[in-house]
């Protein structure tokens, strides 16, 4: 199925509102690339139907829309209080690590080592910031005294966010495990790792996938400052980048938010890592059938920035209206996609680096595109890398890209302008570089003048690193 001409990907949380068969078809229809599953909620009961139903729409649509399992983390929370209970400002209030009901005095927080992490001076912030409080001493075993900055009302479960801390908890809990396991078993494309702060933290999750033999991305999602201060090593080992704005303007200073969104893309496409702009982008949505003139503004200027994907939480999983949320933002896109900063980056290749004349290739088939006006960019791959390093460039021309492993069609459905395809009848490279090129003229994707650069492995059946371009056209 031919959708939408945008090349800035969508992401749909799927919830209590959307997980039907029919919304979701729906969706996919009014152009979603990419269904989150988030694992903060919901039984793997629930996901696992899910994940069945999107897998059925594909089939039945002949569509590649991904799916991404987005783990919990360790989130840090209030255990349970008393109902009405207000923290005035200047009192003093008791963290403990000793489950019980909380009061305006003292409270349990689900993180055992924090009496042991925490120092005098440091902020805590309770219900995404709402509730300010700082640090005055710690017994470093089970209680940590604070006085409230800002006050207000607490409640059960609010969660608690410590912007000067360096957490010791792992950022893959036991919960997690759990939840990547089923997940992987079910075949999600995309495994989102919450409250990354260091390059291990991704080559730990990676190591589990390949371990237990399989092939799901990895996305780092920024929500912390320690992950800022360690960004191109995290950069480096993940897959992609999510700029989660919602925990990320908790925990840092609201203001730095909208540059950090542009440094982390400026060197994500750089790097030819992919970067997803999420959290509260079509936020008013949820309750209203039309935006605000502000979240028109920030989808657009995320596409600007040079975004791969925009991504919709509650605005599909609990809103009134997700499919008019998802016809929304791809107008607004659109829109966006027609300013010519966003195209033709001049990518240059890293001469160090061990896939430096592939890189050349790719680099320059995007730079050849825009000066003889291609239509596309047809590639073949293996892995995907071809797709990602293409991607990058940003080019004007369509990005189609044909592989031989059908996981990786379903992989590259989130990345900027690319459209996959299932395709293993290599028999030569010119043989091959015209039978996808019949199969793109038949589906309508090409039509008879278009010229096309082509890039792809000789001999083709190696399917080894990218060695070869050709322009030809259509005839």
Same mark, same amino acid.
């Given at each position: 199925?031919?959708?939408?001409?945008?090349?800035?990907?969508?992401?749909?949380?799927?919830?209590?509102?959307?997980?039907?068969?029919?919304?979701?078809?729906?969706?996919?229809?009014?152009?979603?690339?990419?269904?989150?599953?988030?694992?903060?909620?919901?039984?793997?009961?629930?996901?696992?139907?899910?994940?069945?139903?999107?897998?059925?729409?594909?089939?039945?649509? &002949?569509?590649?829309?991904?799916?991404?399992?987005?783990?919990?983390?360790?989130?840090?929370?209030?255990?349970?209080?008393?109902?009405?209970?207000?923290?005035?400002?200047?009192?003093?209030?008791?963290?403990?690590?000793?489950?019980?009901?909380?009061?305006?005095?003292?409270?349990?927080?689900?993180?055992?080592?924090?009496?042991?992490?925490?120092?005098?001076?440091?902020?805590?912030?309770?219900?995404?910031?709402?509730?300010?409080?700082?640090?005055?001493?710690?017994?470093?075993?089970?209680?940590?005294?604070?006085?409230?900055?800002?006050?207000?009302?607490?409640?059960?479960?609010?969660?608690?966010?410590?912007?000067?801390?360096?957490?010791?908890?792992?950022?893959?809990?036991?919960?997690?495990?759990?939840?990547?396991?089923?997940?992987?078993?079910?075949?999600?494309? +995309?495994?989102?790792?919450?409250?990354?702060?260091?390059?291990?933290?991704? *080559?730990?999750?990676?190591?589990?996938?390949?371990?237990?033999?399989?092939?799901?991305?990895? *996305?780092?999602? *920024?929500?912390?400052?320690?992950?800022?201060? &360690?960004?191109?090593?995290?950069?480096?080992?993940?897959?992609?980048?999510?700029?989660?704005?919602?925990?990320?303007?908790?925990?840092?200073?609201?203001?730095?938010?909208?540059?950090?969104?542009?440094?982390?893309?400026?060197?994500?496409?750089?790097?030819?890592?992919?970067?997803?702009?999420?959290?509260?982008?079509?936020?008013?949505?949820?309750?209203?059938?039309?935006?605000?003139?502000? @979240?028109?503004?920030?989808?657009?200027?995320?596409?600007?920035?040079?975004?791969?994907?925009?991504?919709?939480?509650?605005?599909?999983?609990?809103?009134?209206?997700?499919?008019?949320?998802?016809?929304?933002?791809?107008?607004?896109?659109?829109?966006? @996609?027609?300013?010519?900063? *966003?195209?033709?980056?001049?990518?240059?290749?890293?001469?160090?680096?061990?896939?430096?004349?592939?890189?050349?290739?790719?680099?320059?088939?995007?730079?050849?595109?825009?000066?003889?006006?291609?239509?596309?960019?047809?590639?073949?791959?293996?892995?995907?890398?071809?797709?990602?390093?293409?991607?990058?460039?940003?080019?004007?021309?369509?990005?189609?890209?044909?592989?031989?492993?059908?996981?990786?069609?379903?992989?590259?459905?989130?990345? +900027?302008?690319?459209?996959?395809?299932?395709?293993?009848?290599?028999?030569?490279?010119?043989?091959?570089?015209?039978?996808?090129?019949?199969?793109?003229?038949?589906?309508?994707?090409?039509?008879?003048?278009?010229?096309?650069?082509?890039?792809?492995?000789?001999?083709?059946?190696?399917?080894?690193?990218?060695?070869?371009?050709?322009?030809?056209?259509?005839?």
């Amino acid at each position: 199925m031919k959708r939408g001409h945008n090349k800035t990907k969508i992401i749909a949380t799927l919830g209590p509102v959307s997980n039907s068969y029919d919304m979701i078809k729906k969706l996919i229809h009014a152009g979603v690339d990419v269904f989150r599953l988030n694992f903060s909620h919901g039984s793997h009961e629930v996901h696992k139907e899910t994940i069945a139903l999107i897998k059925q729409a594909n089939r039945e649509l &002949n569509t590649h829309v991904s799916i991404l399992a987005d783990l919990q983390g360790p989130k840090i929370r209030l255990g349970e209080v008393l109902p009405l209970t207000v923290l005035k400002e200047g009192d003093i209030f008791k963290f403990t690590t000793n489950p019980g009901i909380g009061t305006n005095e003292i409270a349990y927080i689900t993180y055992p080592n924090f009496p042991k992490d925490v120092k005098a001076g440091e902020t805590v912030l309770i219900d995404d910031g709402k509730i300010e409080l700082k640090v005055l001493e710690t017994n470093r075993k089970d209680t940590v005294v604070t006085r409230v900055i800002f006050g207000g009302p607490i409640s059960s479960k609010k969660g608690v966010n410590l912007p000067d801390t360096q957490v010791s908890i792992p950022s893959l809990t036991e919960k997690d495990h759990a939840d990547l396991m089923f997940a992987l078993q079910e075949g999600v494309n +995309w495994v989102a790792l919450s409250f990354v702060r260091k390059a291990e933290d991704i *080559i730990h999750l990676k190591n589990i996938i390949r371990h237990h033999g399989y092939h799901a991305r990895v *996305i780092a999602k *920024i929500e912390k400052p320690e992950a800022l201060r &360690n960004i191109d090593d995290i950069i480096d080992a993940t897959d992609a980048i999510m700029v989660a704005r919602g925990d990320l303007g908790v925990e840092m200073p609201v203001e730095i938010v909208p540059f950090t969104q542009k440094e982390l893309c400026i060197k994500c496409l750089a790097n030819s890592t992919p970067v997803i702009i999420a959290t509260q982008m079509m936020e008013s949505m949820i309750e209203n059938p039309h935006p605000t003139r502000a @979240e028109v503004t920030d989808v657009a200027n995320a596409v600007l920035d040079g975004a791969d994907c925009v991504m919709l939480s509650g605005e599909t999983a609990a809103g009134k209206y997700p499919e008019k949320v998802i016809q929304t933002m791809v107008r607004i896109i659109e829109q966006a @996609e027609k300013d010519p900063k *966003i195209y033709d980056r001049r990518n240059v290749p890293d001469k160090r680096s061990k896939t430096y004349l592939s890189d050349a290739i790719c680099f320059n088939a995007s730079n050849m595109a825009g000066e003889v006006h291609a239509a596309a960019i047809m590639g073949m791959t293996k892995t995907g890398y071809t797709a990602f390093m293409v991607s990058s460039c940003r080019p004007r021309a369509n990005i189609y890209i044909f592989t031989n492993n059908p996981e990786v069609v379903n992989i590259l459905n989130l990345l +900027w302008g690319v459209e996959a395809f299932f395709y293993d009848g290599m028999r030569g490279t010119n043989n091959t570089f015209k039978e996808v090129q019949q199969h793109l003229v038949d589906s309508g994707h090409l039509k008879k003048g278009d010229v096309v650069i082509n890039i792809g492995t000789m001999p083709v059946k190696e399917m080894a690193r990218t060695n070869t371009l050709k322009i030809s056209q259509i005839v």
